[in-house]
């Protein structure tokens, strides 16, 4: 896998663990990516498309950063070229939660100001026009303080800053 005009093959998803009652991990990788479309959408940004090799990076990062008891980004070595966004909560939450968590960072901000604003890169990587794909994992056990951990994977990616200026812009900015 690489950031490519090749599409990610088709793999079965990994079986979870997760406390009694809790949402399963299909349920959130559905959820993720319907919000991550309702988003897009707004943009004029066409739909992701879930890919299991994403899902496996990110679910294998998740439960690698809860093992380990910290709180990073994967090497880009890990990553093949996707881009990535990181999230802690507490408790299990939606896909729909998890989103809003990332895109809430657009708002107060208009588009010119959004392009020169450090640390959007979240929003960036959810509303990101060129990006085909995600992958979406939570980790089975908590971590770094008593946190679940949640990973997105996203090709192509939107990290490189000289490539801001050309994300697409919000209908409602």
């Given at each position: 896998?690489?950031?490519?005009s090749t599409k990610p093959k088709e793999r079965a998803t990994i079986v979870e663990s997760l406390p009694k009652g809790s949402k399963s991990l299909i349920t959130l990788r559905n959820?993720?990516?319907?919000?991550h479309n309702k988003f897009r959408k707004?943009?004029?940004a066409p739909p992701l498309k879930l890919s299991p090799?994403?899902?496996t990076m990110a679910q294998k990062w998740a439960d690698y950063l809860a093992d380990k008891q910290v709180f990073e980004h994967s090497p880009e070595s890990h990553r093949f070229g996707a881009g990535e966004n990181l999230a802690g909560h507490s408790d299990i939450i939606t896909g729909n939660e998890l989103v809003d968590m990332w895109y809430s960072e657009i708002m107060g901000h208009n588009s010119a100001n959004l392009m020169a604003k450090t640390g959007i890169g979240h929003v960036n990587q959810v509303?990101?026009?060129?990006c085909t794909h995600i992958g979406v994992g939570r980790s089975s056990s908590r971590g770094m303080n008593d946190m679940y951990i949640y990973v997105a994977n996203y090709l192509p990616t939107n990290t490189r800053q000289e490539q801001l200026g050309t994300r697409t812009p919000s209908k409602g900015w």
């Open positions: 896998m690489g950031c490519s959820e993720t990516l319907a919000a707004l943009h004029g090799d994403l899902n509303d990101w026009k060129d």
